[in-house]
């Protein structure tokens, strides 16, 4: 908070308040004011141009400050802890609040109102209205208060009412943006000229009809001077009626036609009364009636068709704002990311009369959303700036990020880690199936070259100094009559022998399954019985050594 050396109500406060956004007039900037428009305060803001102050006005005033004074040292003593008038702006030095009281710690403000029933109401119920807490609520933001005692009295205690208000979750940042967006509203304000209510012009009334008769054909009438007297009021008249007044004068002349219609008919029936026939009067007074009655039912409908078109041309100038307002948000993001934000522009014209309170209405709409769409962008651009820098090497991951990108931005990053993390494990996962495939297959595909022939024919195998050549059949059939008696073949304590004799440090040692296997192959015998040759020759082998 930066505290401003100014008297409060003097020039040079006036003038600081004139280069902030002020406190006092967040309500109207917010479109929640009773007694300020927001195209008002534009206006305002934007022209520098007050409105004189009355005498009466002015009493008020003083009769507020008065009350305020009063009301102090009785909230003081409420509190606990003194208070003292300051003005002050926020540390950006953007936003202005002048304090009615702040204690000297800077944890409370004091702003108090005149005496007012209803605003005593809201009080004693502890719900005001946005009228008075987007004041309370930029006096929270500007001076960091954790509080603000809000009273309404007349300076006494009879009459002295009070509540707390603390800063609500959502609202600083709700105001911030009104303003911002009123900041940039006020850089393209366009002066529209503002006239008080339209009334209609006085209009000459048609001269008074009579139509007299006497006997039984003389008339004695001025059906000649009301007529062209009609008929050059029905010329004047402004048959495309686009502003306040132009609509209002419209309407009189409606009434005036109703009038000269009801005249007409009226002295018509006076004269009917007093003679039987006369043709020539009958005549123009129905000429003269059908003319104020067709022009009338004309204005009727036209007043009726030109402000139920200016309406709608109000309200499809909002539409359009808004809708190139969005446009410009998505042109920033990059690609059309902006959901729909409903805007209810012909919901806030409903019992709007004048053409100035149309446009208020509809302004003060358009700011509303563009507020709230501008927050909308806000947060899908810190979204992508997240996506970008969590998942730039995962984009394909997210091909729905024009959904996830409106979602908070903490649930967003949750998702994004949530989502990439649980890639890697599957990409892990994959990558280790494939690494225990391909190991299988160079296994089975090592066996396969290490294993040889099942059989052959004829089958040699030679180990060490012993060469057995033949079938497996013919070999056994060669055994000599000592080796018979023996479970072995002949041959095989030879082979025992040879095979027992090889390093175990030769690179070319067979394995067990292929000795197994040799033996098998060359005497026809199944693996089962060569390993148990195999097994007995090995054993003598040691018993001889």
Known sequence: MNIIDVVQGSPEWFAVRAKHFCASEAPAMMGASKYQTRNDLLRLK???????????KQALYDAG????????PLVEAIIGDELYPVTATDDDDYLLASFDGVTMDGTTGFEHKLWNEDVAAQIRAGDIDPMYYWQLEQHCSVGNLERVIFVCSDGTPDRLVHMEYRPIAGRAERLLAGWQ????DLSDYQHVEVLPAATA???MALPALSIQVQGSITLIDNLALFGERLTAFIAGLDKNPSTDQA????????????????????????????TASIDEMRRTVVLYVGQARQTRLMLEKLVKVRKDTIRIEIVQAGKGAFTEHVAGLNKRLGKEYMPTVPA??????????TIASLRDAVDTELARVKIESNAIADRIQI????????????AFLFSDAATIVLKANDDLTALVKMRISEHAAAEATRLEREKAERKAKEEAARKTQEQPAAAQTPTTARLGQVELTGSP?????QKPEADLADSRPAGMRALGASLGAVSPATNNRPTRVQIIDAVAGTFGASRETAAGWLEIEFQQERVVA
Do not use: W, Y
């Open 46 to 56: 934007a022209t520098g141009i007050t409105e004189d102050v009355d005498p009466a």
């Open 65 to 72: 400050h008065a009350t305020e004074a009063a009301a102090r």
């Open 181 to 184: 967006q009123f900041e940039r």
């Open 201 to 203: 012009a006085p209009i």
């Open 247 to 274: 609509f209002a004068d419209c309407e009189a002349a409606v009434k005036m036609l109703q009038t000269a219609q009801t005249s007409l008919e009226a002295a018509e029936a006076s004269a009917l009364a007093q």
């Open 344 to 353: 209810d522009f012909a919901g806030v014209i409903k019992g709007k009369r």
């Open 383 to 394: 979204n992508l700036d997240t996506l970008r820098e969590l998942a730039k090497d995962h």
């Open 473 to 477: 059949a013919s070999a056994v059939a």
